[in-house]
């Protein structure tokens, strides 16, 4: 776990001599990303000449937090070749493979200078394969590799997107990177390029509490599982060409014995580490999993596993009693921590962090639960992941009926139609989904009808048609899931959490063979007979007690609503102050009705709605377009 930062720069050889990549600009990024790394730091430079004279410069910007071999590797690392070339990587996250890889370089001649460094297996590796090393590795990772030989770098980030890496352009021929956006913002604003709000993004980011366009005019988040290569042939594209790493094909069935077995190899794969290393106990199915693996494995070693439960300050969203239970069982070294929640402060911090208006409230108890981790462990294992692969949201039944009964369909669209305003909750958001936009309605914070309400109908029309070109209903939900609200939002979140504390969160749900396995057999085979997560849940069942496994699913959330009418944490203070301010949304370009966000924190008030998704979602984006006023 690290931040990454850099940039690259290309002259065509009838270009006159060009200034270098500022320190000022490598100063900027390095101040976006210090908080990632507090272990070491690293910068390198380098420029090449292409065989038809262009000129490439690259500058690459590192900030360490050490997890594997802390004497050996240290970043940016530079590999060198027999007439001089050189390899430089810097890069974000863990691979989990690094030893089985070490040992098919060294057995291909290859020589090695660290002991275990991932870093340096990858580095070789690149150097060895070039962008086809990505078809190899099993880790979360942003990386940048540059390659002398051929001038060019390579940006790659993992299948899942568990490792955030955003562009920008700073100009003709030169782009930037980064592990976060503000180290971008700040990159930007150093090179004079323009920084400003874009529309359609910021109304899809209110939509959904998150979307894959950015709410910033040039920047754009890499895909999970792209490689971006970045050369002279692509001086002309703000953003260089992209190759997509499409999922194998399946006949739909899939083999129990086999998710087994993956599930095992997940997670005795990612217990390495040379600090140490525990396990988030939630006492829901991921987690439970995923910690009986883990036990089981390090008792063969003679080691015992430390779980963690939080206690979340609210009890009816605290499962720490099936937390006990799991434990119990599996003979953890278990033990509940105290959870510090500074809402209102932690929230505007995190928005800063993050530089963006990120929706999703439960971005707070993550981080709750990875700051009292940390005081523990400096690597914690979750089960993130185990609802998008094995189907384990309602929203799919959901999905499912809007698409196979299109007259029941219209039917609840025409009912929305006449008594929409008096639904409530799941009703108004079926209703909306049948009517307006299908399963992004059932997946959204701002129904179609609430965005009209909020932007008037025909603005928000024309910013919600441009934000879903291209975009069609998805036949399968789990993928789309997959492709954008698990990188999107639960990724983004667990990233920016774990690097507050910060901590190295890692996802064995998600390991490279597990997706590819489970997420290309239908859904049905891993949710049969319609029970979310019954495969998962029939593996549970072998390593964990059934009553831990054959409940209600929680869910990771807090009591929103009730917290904005206590103030808890001064959250409703916060949430008066963002959204009563004068001028509190003039800055986000969009024609928000005030008379209708002052109506929604009225009757939240009252009770006699519950507007909390919706309140915290604009309080969130007041916020962010302060701090970027700010910036």
């Known amino acids: 776990m690290c931040g990454v930062a850099g940039i690259v720069r290309f002259l065509p050889a009838d270009a006159p001599p060009g200034p270098d990549i500022e320190d000022a600009w490598l100063d900027a990024l390095d101040a976006g990303i210090r908080h990632r790394g507090p272990d070491g730091q690293g910068r390198f430079r380098d420029h090449a000449t292409t065989a038809d004279g262009s000129r490439v410069h690259v500058a690459l910007v590192h900030r360490r937090l050490s ?181 194998e094909p399946s006949d739909g069935r899939i083999a129990p014995a086999e998710v087994r077995r993956a599930l095992e190899e997940a997670v005795e794969s990612r217990l390495e580490a040379d600090v140490p290393l525990g396990c988030f106990l939630s006492g829901g199915v991921d987690s439970s999993v995923v910690a009986a693996l883990a036990q089981r494995s390090l008792r063969e070693r003679g080691q015992r596993l430390r779980t963690f439960h939080v206690r979340m300050p609210d009890a009816d969203f ?21 959870c510090e929640a500074s809402a209102a402060d932690d929230l505007r911090a995190l928005i800063a962090q993050m530089g963006l208006p990120f929706g999703d409230s439960s971005l707070l108890p993550t981080t709750w639960v990875n700051r009292a981790a940390r005081r523990e462990v400096a690597v914690a294992l979750g089960g993130d992941g185990g609802d998008e692969l094995f189907g384990g949201y309602d929203r799919y039944r959901a999905a499912d009926l809007l698409r196979a009964h299109p007259v029941a369909r219209r039917a609840l669209a025409l009912a929305g139609s006449v008594v929409g305003p008096l639904l409530r909750g799941r009703a108004e958001r079926a209703a909306a989904a049948a009517r307006w936009r299908g399963y992004f309605d059932v997946l959204s914070i701002f129904t179609t009808p609430s965005m009209h309400a909020l932007l008037g109908r025909g603005e928000a029309e024309r910013l919600m048609t441009a934000g879903y070109a291209g975009v ?83 869910g990771f959330a807090v009591p929103l609503g009730r917290w904005l009418r206590s103030d808890f944490g001064a959250l409703r203070s916060l949430m008066r102050d963002a959204l009563g301010a004068p001028g509190a949304f003039d800055t986000l370009g969009l024609p928000i009705d005030r008379a209708t966000v002052a109506r929604w924190m009225d009757e939240h008030d009252r009770g006699s709605h519950d507007h909390g998704q919706r309140l915290y979602a604009l309080t969130t984006a007041a916020l962010w377009a302060r701090w970027l006023t700010r910036t």
């Open 67 to 247: 997890i594997i071999d802390h004497a050996g590797g240290g970043q940016p690392m530079v590999v060198r070749g027999d007439r001089g070339d050189r390899v430089a990587v810097a890069f974000n996250g863990c691979i989990y493979n690094h030893r089985p890889l070490r040992a098919e370089l060294q057995a291909r001649g290859h020589a090695f200078g660290t002991d275990h460094s991932d870093t340096e297996a990858l580095a070789i590796g690149v150097r060895a394969w070039g962008e086809r090393v990505a078809e190899r590795l099993d880790g979360m990772y942003a990386v940048a590799a540059w390659d002398s030989r051929h001038a060019r770098l390579l940006l790659m980030r993992d299948p899942a997107g568990e490792k955030p890496l955003y562009l920008a352009p700073l100009g003709p021929g030169t782009l930037a990177f980064a592990s976060t956006v503000p180290a971008l913002v700040g990159c930007m604003r150093r090179a004079g390029a323009e920084v400003r709000i874009d529309g359609v993004g910021i109304a899809m980011w209110l939509k959904h509490g998150s979307w894959d366009r950015l709410p910033l005019n040039v920047l754009e988040a890499q895909p999970g599982g792209v490689y971006v290569i970045a050369s002279a042939a692509e001086t002309r594209a703000p953003i260089p060409r992209v190759l997509v790493r499409p999922f």
């Open 472 to 554: 069609a209903e998805p036949r399968d939900p789990r993928r789309e899931d997959f492709g954008r609200y698990l990188p999107q939002d639960l990724m983004r979140k667990v990233d920016t959490a774990s690097m507050h504390a910060p901590l190295e969160a890692r996802s064995p749900l998600l390991a490279r063979r597990l997706v590819r396995l489970v997420l290309a057999a239908d859904r049905h085979a891993v949710a049969p007979n319609g029970v979310p997560k019954g495969l998962l849940r029939s593996i549970a069942r072998e390593l964990v007690p059934a009553r831990a496994v054959d409940r209600r699913k929680m």
């Open 318 to 338: 605290d499962e720490a009693a099936y937390a006990d239970l799991v434990a119990q069982h599996i003979g953890s070294d278990h033990a509940e921590l105290p």
